[in-house]
């Protein structure tokens, strides 16, 4: 079946019906005749579809006469934007859908036995399933042994084969291209015994009177005895230089199920020699092995594996490799002097050199941001920079440090399908795609962004890997002979049926030892080779095997294989690098996620999880209450011990925030939110309310610059989901840096980010985040953030963040914890601070981040830290208890108040200094807090989830 996916990590359903009914004029047809394909009008339901126009594709690939060797036609187009070339032709009178063409044309080729095709819908939301027809007017049908099989047979044995024709013809028989029998007198039948001497390709060709001609062809194997011998102890898995030898390789591969296994390369002129037959392990008898010898230092060398079921396929642990499909649009700028492709060789080819020069890494001792204080910029590197590659990602490394981030997540840079995509599609996790440049450019940039106190941090999808994968390759099922299939019974790698909702792709077997080993080697390939920082887990909801593939409630529920599995790789990176991050891509339960988040925490571990809180974020920006809280911003109300969750309002999954504020945003007079300048002031706000949270931060690319084309945006400019990973335009490109009010979005999120580097209050875990608690504003969007660490003696201790993201200008009560002198972070201002409930303005998407004066104070202040002050822990309050932290109380009282003002609950402090904890059983809501003393009082609100 020809297997076609959406070459991106998306939940997109496609939907597929039966096979169609057709008709073909003339039929049957030679591979020159010009033919009429026609499908009935009801084989496809248009309003289901939603076809307008009857715009319905035909996508199509063509076989060779042996119903192998698939090539796509050439003009399909993309599976999510159909060439015009192939849409039907629409007869309304009689509710036809047709095609005219003649197959050498359409195909681009000769020797066609049959064609394949399915009807779809322009952008492949929906598709029809296969169907073939056979193509010649002699037909040729080999009953034993079949079309493109392999017989494996003793030498000195023989073997009968038997074909038969629809008309007359004489046959003759050929063995690797010599005749070996042939008939003089015409039939429809033929038979003959062949004795098998060694491995042959066969031929068999039927040619009728009018010199029209047939042929089929199969192979005939001998057996191999495969020698058994220990595996040296410098060979594993993959390619193994020889430590002290430069003229040796030594080469290994996990086949289970597989009799032999032959080496073939270009050093045997890709031919299958038993010289370079693999061995078999004795203590693991499914790991093949051979040590390669007599090379020539510094000499490229390509290969691949050939198993005796005429797998061809490359090493799985390659570091590079080679492809017919992609490497032809690579251009020399971007990787200069790539290696040629083997002519013949079909699917990918691996490589190897001995004698290399190890790149020289400039920083070898590179100190990690502490995971709590990241802030991670996501990037595709496809669409950061107009030249797609390395070396123009070094050249913006000064926009990067600028914007003060400490770290770059890399959208998945593992050899992928194709070279403009987004790389979920991945068909080798342990290799770099050369689309983007060589390893060393790649290195080279890794050390630069380590040399300006930059992480590099990969995304990778372990979840699934595309049907190119070795993995895949080695154990499916493929019928028409084109190397693609479906997972076989045996593959011990991935499961046949997907063991989650959300597969795309081939589902990994996280519970199969052998997919343990391939990611652990994967993970220590990344952080060993390139120094790489750490890992961003993609979609791992899919690596339970305890769901259906159509059960979404059992996927995103707890499970306790998937818990147990995750916790196994987190041990295995952190063996291969006890400091290397961990971000898992969950978004599941806060139960399942705390197993993680609280992972040995107590050796300075623990997972990462993303936070996503696109949606509450963009309604504020927006300038809309409904949905619009971002509380679960505090690791806290997660259950998380460490501040382990990496919240972020943009990632490359979500609508672009300011494509919906000029979309959607808000109206109130003259104030537009749909205005682009409005709309970028109000992005700096979400950063003041962003980045001044503490715990890891993630933000996506050209976010900074008010990135506003949509995630869905098409290259002519159109929107639709089907184009949701299509190339979008570069802000470079477009001037975005050098526009003033762009540019001042960019210094103040740089800016935000620096006092938030600045000051260590912001490494505090005692923080609180209120927004838009409508008991509390009723009229308006106000978000209040505190930050404090009363183990800071001098500097600023306390922070306090307000905002307003209503469309009016708003009074805003501050609640500071202490009356004084209090200085506006962003322009150095300081105001006395007299009364702590004293409203302050904020004009519609304005902010304030204030922190207490810690510069040459008056004389009334000059005693500021012995001031009585006021703090709740963990505001929220969860599990009934609150914290509160209180200082310099003089015979101090606690009242609580509810927002009626009604009096709930008083007590009195018999301590100056303290913490109290009190039994917080009151209804959910918001309270104020008041702590009376004789020397002033302290108000602050509370809040019961």
């Keep these: 079946m020809k297997k076609l996916y959406l070459a991106v990590m998306l939940f997109v359903t496609v939907l597929v019906f039966g096979q169609i009914n057709y008709s073909v004029t003339p039929n049957p047809f030679a591979e020159t005749n010009q033919i009429t394909l026609t499908i009935p009008g009801d084989q496809i339901d248009e309003s289901a579809w939603g076809v307008v126009n009857n715009a319905v594709y035909i996508w199509s690939w063509s076989l060779d006469t042996n119903f192998a060797n698939s090539q796509d036609c050439p003009t399909n187009g993309s599976w999510n934007d159909s060439n015009d070339a192939n849409r039907l032709t629409y007869n309304a009178a009689a509710d036809t859908y047709s095609l005219t063409f003649t197959p050498t044309v359409f195909y681009n080729r000769t020797g066609i036995g049959r064609f394949g095709f399915l009807l779809k819908d322009k952008s492949g939301s929906h598709q029809t399933s296969d169907t073939f027809i056979n193509v010649g007017i002699l037909s040729l049908n080999l009953t034993n042994p079949l079309p493109g099989s392999l017989t494996t047979i003793a030498s000195g044995n023989s073997v009968a084969i038997t074909a038969t024709t629809n008309v007359n013809t004489t046959f003759q028989l050929k ?24 491995d042959a390709s066969m031929e068999l060709i039927a040619t009728d009177a009018s010199s029209n001609s047939k042929n089929a062809t199969f192979i005939l194997q001998v057996p191999r005895n495969v020698v058994s011998e220990a595996i040296p102890g410098w060979i594993k898995q993959g390619i193994n230089y020889n430590p002290t030898d430069n003229t040796k390789v030594g080469l290994a591969l996990y086949a289970p199920f597989k009799n032999f296994v032959h080496v073939i390369g270009s050093f045997n002129n890709w031919a299958v020699d038993d010289a370079y037959l693999m061995k078999r392990d004795t203590t693991n008898p499914d790991l093949y092995w051979i040590e390669l010898s007599g090379l020539t230092p510094s000499q490229l060398y390509t290969f691949q594996y050939r198993t005796n079921d005429l797998k061809k396929v490359a090493d799985p642990f390659s570091p590079q490799i080679l492809s017919s499909y992609d490497d032809p649009q690579i251009s020399a700028v971007t990787y200069p002097n790539l290696p040629a492709f083997p002519a013949g060789q079909g699917f990918e080819v691996s490589m190897f050199k001995t ?159 052998a997919t343990k080993y391939y990611v652990e080697r994967t993970l220590q390939q990344w952080l060993s080779e390139y120094h790489v920082d750490g890992f961003r887990w993609d979609l791992t909801k899919g690596f339970t095997q305890s769901c259906t593939e159509n059960d979404e409630a059992c996927t995103n529920a707890y499970q306790q294989d998937r818990v147990d599995i995750m916790k196994y790789y987190a041990d295995r990176q952190w063996a291969a690098d006890p400091n290397s991050y961990m971000i898992f891509e969950h978004l599941g339960t806060d139960l399942e996620e705390q197993q993680w988040a609280n992972y040995r925490i107590a050796e300075g571990k623990g997972v990462m999880l993303w936070n996503k809180q696109t949606d509450p974020y963009n309604q504020n920006t927006m300038g809309y209450k409904e949905n619009s809280n971002y509380d679960r911003m505090n690791h806290t109300l997660h259950g998380f011990t460490n501040m382990s969750a990496v919240g972020y309002g943009e990632s490359h999954d979500e609508e672009r925030l300011m494509f919906k504020n000029l979309s959607y945003g808000a109206l109130n007079g003259t104030y ?242 303290g913490t109290y904890e009190l039994n917080a059983g009151y209804p959910k809501g918001t309270y104020l807090v008041h702590l009376n003393s004789e020397n002033g009082t302290a108000i602050q609100k509370m809040m019961i989830k």
Excluded at 175 to 198: D, E, H, I, K, Q
Excluded at 424 to 431: I, L, P
Aim: contains cysteine.
């Design 175 to 198: 063995a690797n291209g010599t005749v070996v029998n042939s008939t003089s007198v015409p039939s429809t039948t033929y038979s003959y015994n062949y004795t098998v001497t060694a």
């Design 355 to 513: 004698g290399q020069t190890p790149y020289n890494w400039q920083v070898t001792n590179f100190q990690r941001p502490a995971k709590e204080n990241l802030v991670v910029y996501e990037l595709l590197l496809r669409d950061f920079t107009q030249e797609k590659n390395w070396q123009s990602l070094i050249n913006k490394i000064s926009y990067l440090k600028n914007l003060n981030i400490n770290a770059i997540e890399l959208l998945p840079v593992m050899e992928f399908e194709g070279n403009l995509s987004w790389g979920y599609n991945t068909s080798f996790h342990y290799a770099l795609d050369k689309a983007y440049g060589t390893p060393e450019k790649f290195k080279e940039f890794i050390d630069l962004c380590h040399q300006n106190g930059i992480a590099v941090i990969l995304d990778i999808a372990f979840n699934h890997a595309t049907g190119r994968s070795p993995l895949v390759r080695l154990w499916n099922v493929d019928p028409d002979g084109d190397g693609y299939g479906d997972v076989a019974a045996n593959n011990p790698y991935f499961n046949q049926v997907p063991k989650h909702s959300y597969n795309v792709f081939n589902d990994f077997n996280h519970t199969s030892t």
């Design 672 to 913: 537009d939110v749909k205005n682009l300048n409005t709309a970028l002031d109000r992005m700096k706000t979400f950063g003041a309310t962003f980045f001044t949270i503490p715990g890891p931060k993630m933000i996506w690319q050209f976010g900074e610059l008010g990135y506003d084309f949509s995630i869905n945006r098409c290259s002519d400019g159109s929107i639709n989901s089907g184009c949701r990973t299509d190339e979008k335009p570069v802000a470079f490109s477009l001037g975005y840096d050098t526009n003033t009010n762009r540019k001042a979005l960019y210094d103040t999120w740089a800016q935000i980010i620096n006092i938030r580097n600045a000051y260590p209050v912001f490494k505090s875990k005692t923080y609180s985040v209120e927004s838009n608690n409508l008991t509390n504003d009723p009229d308006g969007l106000i978000t209040r953030i505190y930050v404090y660490d009363s183990s800071i003696t001098t500097g600023v201790k306390n922070v306090v963040v307000l905002a307003n993201y209503d469309t009016s200008a708003k009074a805003v009560v501050p609640y500071f914890p202490y009356t004084g002198q209090w200085q506006n972070l962003m322009d150095n201002t300081v105001s006395t601070i007299a009364s702590t409930t004293a409203p302050i303005t904020l004009q519609p998407g304005e902010f304030r981040i204030f922190g207490n004066y810690s510069g040459s104070l008056s004389t009334v202040d000059a005693n500021a830290d012995h001031k009585l002050s006021l703090q709740i822990a963990d505001n929220p309050v969860k599990n009934g208890i609150a914290k509160l932290i209180y200082h310099k109380v003089k015979n101090g009282e606690i009242v609580i108040y509810d927002m009626s003002g009604k009096k709930i609950d008083s007590f009195k402090l018999n301590k100056e200094n």
